[in-house]
């Protein structure tokens, strides 16, 4: 059954990434918003919704392992597992706003939870995500998405003239508007019901072979939850929507930490469980990668040598954890 489960739940994310994808496009130019800003909102808070529900339901069930766990490993395999198969695919041109403001916030999110895992409550002896630590990062979260929405639909304009990409998936049909709006919601549904799907059935896997919660939520759940951001962002990409592509796995890591666990914090603090030093460090470390492949080796364009690198990164780091058991 947990086999069946698995192979179900893959079906609907590829089906729910193409359809979401088409959807939300639609939807973004009739609006006239960009596809980063769709990306970074719409894409990023429906691919993010399988972390939001699991966290807090590990949160009340009292699980924090699984709670914490599964935002920190969703954000190291959304940059490096997400990002890595999307520029071996199709190398990605990231535009100019997002190197000066959006990739570094997914700095500032992961090196916030980094000091949060390093330091020590008053009345605790094992760092926790404190109810006062949840506050300060929806606090955060509400600065991003007054940040996003302030700018992001005024800066893609120049910069989209002349990038091929964006150019060819500017002569895409539109569809109706009921359309994208209902392709949209069923691809989201898709996203989350194949999502839920296939962590139940990777739980029931991990947890019959006695692996503990905190790498089921690092490994087995992370992926899991982080499935509907690959699809999303590989099919985004062959469809020369670089903008969903990029800014669906920015929006989802800065939704992930300051979002996701900062209502899960509220509902319940959450100690650290199993989450180590080296797994925060890994997750910070992949978000200066992100920002410095797009910004050095070449003119905002993480290539598809980087792509490998990053992806080999992922692997390395998941035979790490698993050897350290």
Known sequence: MNILFLILGLVLILVGANILTDGATSVARRWGMSDLMVGLTIVA???????????????????????????VG?????????????????PII???????????????????????GLSLPLDSTTPEVTRVDGI????????????TFSTAKHLPTEEKASDPSAVEAARQTIMPLWKGILWTVLGLAALIWGGDMFVDGASGVASSLGVSDAVIGLTIVAMGTSLPEL?????????GNQGIAIGNVIGSNVFNIFLVLGCSALV???????????????????SVLFWLF????????????????????????????LMTL
């Open 45 to 71: 808070f429906g691919t993010s919704a399988p972390e939001l529900v699991i966290s807090i339901t590990s949160a009340a069930a009292d699980n924090p392992g699984i709670a914490v766990g599964n935002v």
């Open 74 to 90: 969703s954000n190291i395999f959304n940059i490096f597992a997400i990002i890595g198969i999307t520029a071996l695919v199709r």
């Open 94 to 116: 990231v535009e100019r706003s997002v190197m000066t403001t959006d990739i570094p916030l997914v700095v500032l999110s992961s090196v916030a939870l980094l000091a949060i």
């Open 136 to 147: 300060m990062l929806l606090l955060f979260f509400a600065i991003f998405m007054r940040h």
């Open 231 to 239: 699809a999303t962002s590989v099919t985004a990409a062959v469809k």
């Open 268 to 286: 319940r603090p959450l100690p650290f469980a199993g989450i180590t030093t080296f797994d925060l460090i890994t997750l910070t470390v992949a």
């Open 294 to 321: 797009a910004k050095v080796y070449k003119v905002r364009t993480i290539t598809r040598a980087e792509g490998a690198l990053l992806t080999l990164c992922y692997a390395s780091y998941v035979a790490i954890r």
